[in-house]
């Protein structure tokens, strides 16, 4: 399978406790964008990647939310003390730099109990 | 502020009929727009684009129109068939491409056998 690859498929957490979320975008795409996504609401941006650089990280919801990718490939999402309201759908998408089209993994529900 | 806005949460239509998707946008920036459909519990798929410099594309089933004077493009869906049940999202780029993609909150489309 050489689509976006998302893990885990669903997380329930404790509130306050961090969890962490995997992507690994399609191989030759060099950026990779992160992205929540709430009941009845479109895919909200929150930062992206072109290779390792971190290019856009304003639009992450809190100081709580961090994300990496360390080598250009694969990229983590952490999010530390988790809040009820932190429970949605993060979804992971990659494209080639300059492309239009982002293809998406299967995302990773998070719920927060 | 929403950027990309679709007006209608739902629309039903029978089998074999066609489905018109209707997407607004506020900021001529906008250089290219998608169309994404997504299941339950899956990501966003995408479906079809169109570049501000034609007003029609057309694949297969699907027709994507632009009408870039009012800001307004839409999806058109001919014959409708039941496995085209999905919400379907309006995406919008910045610069061709060069930044991320901005979502409207979705249309979820029900086709009737």
């Known amino acids: 399978d050489t689509g976006v690859s998302q893990n885990p498929r669903h997380k329930i957490t404790k509130r306050g406790q961090n969890v962490t979320f995997r992507c690994d975008p399609i191989s030759e795409h060099n950026r990779l964008y992160w992205y929540r996504q709430t009941l009845g609401q479109g895919p909200e941006f929150l930062t992206y990647f072109q290779n390792e650089a971190q290019l856009e990280k304003s639009r992450l919801l809190s100081d709580r939310f961090s994300a990496e990718r360390p080598k250009g490939s694969f990229s983590t999402l952490e999010i530390q003390r988790t809040e009820q309201g932190d429970s949605a759908m993060y979804l992971c998408a990659s494209s080639l730099a300059g492309g239009v089209e982002a293809f998406f993994g299967q995302g990773t529900r998070l719920t927060v109990v | 502020d929403q950027q990309v806005k679709q007006n209608s949460p739902s629309l039903s239509v029978q089998e074999g009929r066609i489905s018109i998707l209707n997407c607004d946008y506020t900021n001529s920036m906008f250089d290219y727009f998608l169309w994404y459909k997504k299941y339950p519990a899956e990501g966003p798929t995408f479906l079809i684009s169109?570049?501000?410099?034609?007003d029609k594309n057309e694949d297969g089933r699907f027709t994507v129109f632009l009408n870039k004077s009012a800001k307004h493009l839409s999806l058109h869906i001919v014959p409708s068939q039941p496995g085209d049940s999905a919400v379907y999202f309006c995406?919008?780029?910045?610069?061709?491409?060069?930044?991320?993609?901005?979502f409207g909150k979705g249309t979820r489309l029900s086709v009737i056998a």
């Open positions: 995406a919008a780029s910045p610069l061709s491409g060069n930044t991320p993609l901005v």
């Open positions: 169109i570049s501000s410099i034609k």
